[in-house]
Each structure stands twice: as structure tokens, then as C-alpha cells.
């Protein structure tokens, strides 16, 4: 089955490119990005579903959970997990559960993150910085307005530590609030593309520019980058999406803004940036919280699913409209679709996968009325099938896949909003 994205990169997890398999390699070597699986031979799928296994293959776990990730912490081959973890005496704690026998986890100790992750620990990523192809980890702690970044590299046994010889990160911008790790260079290490909602300066002033770029050397030393490689820009991002989006197979940006107004910027090639030229984008205003991507329509380009909290009504096709599509119409130039289909309720969330191995892109619309499930028929037409699909009717924080049993499919770590533990949903068909 495939997983039409790196999902690894998302706030929850990360988030999730040309097509998903040659993306993964192109850009993420190691690292939990696009990938592709065979269906099993005999699956139907409309039989697919997801079932509940969290108490067979969990154990119990302290906090309150607020975020995880999928990630390959071994050379087992298998899907492992990272949980960060609220704790009643208003610490926080980083809790490394290693996949010992296809869904049933194990936690690890780790003395070095017990003792250094920060109270103030507000993020989270994980990356193969040091090129061994096994997954290290990147926290993002302190306040807005002084962040600090640390990077945890992996014993290639689920075991962190800090490297004390290697120098550290440059200072974060004032603003910081995630990173995500990808190649955006394309020579093939992973570098550190760091947002928020609004960066600043020393004087507390917006800054010009509004990402921050640190460029990996492939030994997990790090370079200030962003006024080489990264545009002016306003402030409002609240997510990056990557995706090659004009053809070229170099990894360019969809920039989701809170406040509507959108930007698309193009990589050269060698991870320079610039915006779109006018006309690539549509201006829709709203309150925009995410997005996703996707080859729709199967035209060997990618689109755009983008989702809002409000939108403008002057901007919408019909009434109570939270979701688009952006068709990419070619070299990264799109067009505004409507499908009514899609849930008409404030939604926080997307992603998309192929979650029954049909060559279909599913959808899951997380809503602040619930989870929903859509099930992709090919040209444009989705069924809604959350009932079916998913073991029962929730909110969620948010979800992270990967293949935890290694049958193909991808699961489900989700962690749902009312009681805030994460849950393993396994994928089956009978």
C-alpha cells in the first residue's frame, strides 16, 4: 500500500512526493518519508478497516500525551515510536517505544533524555541528521520569544545521546515554533526547515523573512542558510507542506497561512527558494490550518487538499465550505475545485494515504466535531466512510502512520483528544 506522502514531518507526527516512492528516495534516505507497499495478494479492498489494539500492544504509558511520531530507532526493519508526554508534576517526558515483536512495544530507557528534555519542550521532529539511516531526534524547547533547538543522535539501538564535539545549532529566531527535517538541497542529508507564526527580531520587530533555514553537511553540523536560500515573506505560516509541485523534481514549499493568502515557493534545485509568480496560486482568504497533497487525478502532477477553520464567504462555492482542492493544472499554476463531498465543519487537520491498497488517495478530515474517514474512488469522487473504517467516532489531536506489523498496510498511532492517550489502530481485512 502506498503512503502518498512523508507523514513523518507533521506537527502530530509531520507530517508526508513527485511520486511517493521516488520522493522518499530522492530526498529522505533513511528517514520516515514517502513510501510504497504491495497490497496483500487476495485483500479486498473494501474490506478495510481499523482495529484497536492499544491495550494488547501498548503499555501503559504516564501524561498526558501531546505529540508522537513513527520512527525507525533500530536496524530491526520494524516501525517504532516516539510519545512526548505532559506529566503530573508539570514535567514533561519523552518516552522511546521500541516495536519488539510486530505491535506489541516495549519502552526503552533513556537516561540522557529523562535528564535533558526541557520542562519547556513544545516540539518535536525526528530525522536521520548523521546519515546512518536511522532515525535521530530534534526538540524544539523554551519560549516563543527565546527558543532553543537540541539535537539527540541515535546509537542505532533506540539509545540518545548528545554528541558533545559537534558544534552547536545556530541561535533560533525569536518566533520558532517547529521544525521540519527534509532535504531541501537535494544532496541528500536532511536539513532543518524551522516556522512558526510569526519570527522576529531582536528588537521584537517582524522579521523580513519568515522561515529559517539550517543546512545539514551530512555529519549533522548545521549552517545559518535562510538569507541565501529562503524569500521575504509576511508573517502567518502555520505549516509547511512539501511536495514537488512544477515538475522539475526538485522539492518546493506550500506555505498554509493562518490568515489566508497562501504562498507557493520554488526550489531551484539546489534549495534556493522563491515565490510563485502571480497567478500560480488563487488568493483565498480564511483561517487556514493545513493541507496535504496529492496526485488526484492521476496526471503525473501534484495537487493540493488545503483545509480551514473559517472561510470568507465570498471565497466559498457552496455553503459551509472548510476544504478545497488546489488542481495543479501544470507547472506548479492551480486552480480552486470544490467538493462538496468533504465535511462541512471546522477541520484542523488532513491527511492523505492509500489506506485499502487500491491506487486511490483516502482522506482523513480531523474535524473539531470528529475524525472522518473518506474513502477515494478515483476522478475526484470520495465516499465517506468513517463509520466502516475507523473503531469508533472521536476527536483526535492528531495521527501518524506507518506500517507497524510489517503486512503492508499502514496503521494508525492516534491520540484522541478527550483523554489525550495515544491508541494503536492496526489495519485489517475481513
Given at each position: 500500500m502506498k503512503d502518498w506522502k512523508s507523514i513523518f514531518n507533521s506537527p502530530f507526527i509531520q507530517n508526508h512526493v513527485l511520486n511517493k516512492t521516488f520522493l522518499a528516495l530522492l530526498f529522505a534516505i533513511g528517514a520516515l518519508c514517502a513510501c510504497s507497499h504491495t497490497p496483500l495478494i487476495g485483500d479486498d479492498p473494501k474490506s478495510q478497516r481499523y482495529v484497536d489494539v492499544t491495550k494488547k500492544s501498548l503499555p501503559p504509558l504516564p501524561g498526558v500525551h501531546r505529540q508522537a511520531a513513527v520512527a525507525q530507532l533500530n536496524r530491526d526493519g520494524r516501525k517504532d515510536l516516539l510519545v512526548l508526554s505532559r506529566m503530573k508534576d508539570g514535567g514533561q517526558k519523552l518516552l522511546v517505544l521500541i516495536n519488539a515483536s510486530q505491535e506489541k512495544f516495549a519502552v526503552k530507557s533513556n537516561e540522557v533524555l529523562d535528564r535533558e528534555i526541557d520542562k519547556n519542550t513544545r516540539f518535536f521532529s525526528a530525522g536521520d541528521f548523521n546519515g546512518d539511516r536511522i532515525h535521530d531526534l530534534l526538540a524544539v524547547s523554551g519560549s516563543k520569544a527565546k527558543p532553543e533547538a537540541r539535537i539527540f543522535l541515535n546509537n542505532q539501538k533506540g539509545y540518545f545521546y548528545v554528541e558533545e564535539k559537534s558544534p552547536p545549532l545556530p541561535a533560533l529566531i525569536p518566533g520558532v515554533e517547529r521544525v521540519d527535517p527534509v532535504d531541501i538541497d537535494q544532496d541528500g542529508d536532511v536539513d532543518l526547515f524551522f516556522t512558526g507564526k510569526k519570527l522576529m527580531d531582536s528588537k521584537g520587530e517582524t522579521r523580513e523573512r519568515q522561515i529559517q533555514l539550517m543546512i545539514n553537511d551530512g555529519q549533522a553540523k548545521f549552517e545559518e542558510a535562510s538569507l541565501i536560500l529562503t524569500p521575504p515573506l509576511r508573517p502567518g505560516i502555520v505549516a509547511p507542506i512539501f511536495a514537488d509541485y512544477d515538475g522539475d523534481a526538485a522539492l518546493d514549499v506550500f506555505l498554509v497561512y493562518e490568515q489566508g493568502g497562501n504562498v507557493l515557493l520554488i526550489n531551484n534545485g539546489l534549495g534556493k527558494l522563491d515565490e510563485a509568480p502571480p497567478g500560480a496560486l488563487?488568493?483565498?482568504?480564511?483561517?487556514?490550518?493545513?493541507?496535504?497533497?496529492?496526485?488526484?487525478?492521476?496526471?503525473?502532477?501534484?495537487?493540493?487538499?488545503?483545509?480551514?477553520?473559517?472561510?470568507?464567504?465570498?471565497?466559498?462555492?457552496?455553503?459551509?465550505?472548510?476544504?478545497?482542492?488546489?488542481?495543479?493544472?501544470?507547472?506548479?499554476?492551480?486552480?480552486?475545485?470544490?467538493?462538496?463531498?468533504?465535511?462541512?465543519?471546522?477541520?484542523?487537520?488532513?491527511?492523505?494515504?492509500?489506506a485499502d491498497g487500491n491506487d486511490t488517495v483516502d482522506i482523513f478530515f480531523l474535524t473539531r466535531k470528529g475524525a472522518y474517514f473518506f474513502s477515494g474512488l478515483g476522478s475526484w469522487s470520495f465516499s465517506q466512510e468513517t463509520r466502516k473504517r475507523l473503531p469508533y467516532f472521536t476527536t483526535l489531536k492528531g495521527v501518524s502512520f506507518g506500517d507497524i506489523n510489517g503486512d503492508g498496510s499502514l496503521d494508525i498511532f492516534a491520540i484522541p483528544t478527550k483523554n489525550q492517550k495515544v491508541r494503536l489502530w492496526v489495519s485489517t481485512f475481513d
Open positions: 488563487p488568493n483565498i482568504q480564511g483561517r487556514h490550518s493545513h493541507a496535504d497533497w496529492a496526485d488526484f487525478d492521476e496526471d503525473e502532477d501534484n495537487d493540493l487538499l488545503v483545509v480551514a477553520l473559517e472561510m470568507e464567504e465570498k471565497y466559498q462555492d457552496h455553503p459551509r465550505e472548510y476544504s478545497y482542492i488546489l488542481e495543479n493544472v501544470g507547472r506548479g499554476r492551480f486552480k480552486k475545485k470544490s467538493l462538496r463531498a468533504f465535511p462541512t465543519l471546522p477541520t484542523e487537520k488532513i491527511y492523505m494515504l492509500d
